[in-house]
């Protein structure tokens, strides 16, 4: 936790554990982990399927909660929030990208975008102009009017960030962003992420993807449920 008066940092877990029955005997899908993430960081966490990338996003997110430890928003527990406060912790702070894109197929780009602003209750002038601002950010204007079965899976991908970005959370989490993506298309879905961040907002990503060596401010690795590499901070965060 961060000493009074100092700034807290955006993500902050501390000795979290998940486990799970396994038949008998207890698995752990993140075993004592503690970590820190500065506000405006790019922290990508690496590591094989089943190390626990997910399940520790899950529970920076709320999206679970751990059996042991405690996770820090800005200084805020939410280990032991409510479910409604969780609920618009994620709806007012915090945006998500996944692997699958998760675009409302019925509705056009725009419309997907729109939409998280319409439920956050923007104004419909706001609405539109925030709209407008994140197709472009993303090289979409042209194509605000097609519907997901028109984009490619790198356009779907593009609008997916734009709709995480649309309420201007402070922490962004991105679980395999790239996955179903060409190399070429992963690079620019990092380069909007990277964007992201030096704009201010704390991006928490798990990823297979080799590329991010070069977009990530920090790579950190996981196996067995465990933090074995905590990672060297590069770039502007170093001066901090």
Do not use: W
Request: glycine share 10%; proline share 3%; net charge negative.
């Amino acid at each position: 936790m961060a000493v009074r008066g100092e700034e807290p940092p955006a993500v902050e877990v501390c000795g979290v554990s998940r486990h799970f029955d396994g038949g008998g005997h207890t698995v752990y899908a993140v075993r004592d982990v503690s970590l820190t993430v500065l506000s405006g960081e790019l922290l990508a966490i690496v590591g094989r399927s089943g190390s626990g990338k997910t399940t520790l996003l899950n529970l920076i997110a709320g999206l679970d909660r751990p059996d042991e430890g405690s996770v820090y928003l800005d200084g805020r527990d939410i280990t032991s929030a409510s479910e409604a406060e969780l609920t618009a912790l994620r709806r007012n702070h915090i945006g998500f990208v996944f692997q699958s894109f998760g675009l409302l197929p019925l509705l056009s780009a725009a419309e997907n975008i729109a939409l998280a602003l319409r439920i956050a209750g923007v104004s419909a002038h706001d609405e539109a102009q925030r709209t407008r601002e994140l197709l472009e950010m993303v090289g979409l204007s042209a194509r605000a009017g097609h519907r997901p079965y028109e984009l490619s899976g790198g356009e779907q991908q593009r609008v997916a960030v734009a709709r995480a970005l649309a309420n201007h959370p402070r922490l962004l989490i991105a679980d395999e962003p790239t996955g179903e993506l060409d190399t070429v298309t992963g690079a620019q879905i990092f380069g909007l992420l990277q964007q992201a961040a030096t704009e201010g907002v704390t991006i928490v990503m798990a990823t297979h993807d080799p590329l991010i060596v070069d977009y990530a401010h920090r790579v950190v690795e996981m196996a067995d449920g465990r933090l074995v590499d905590s990672g060297e901070v590069k770039g502007a965060l170093d001066q901090r």
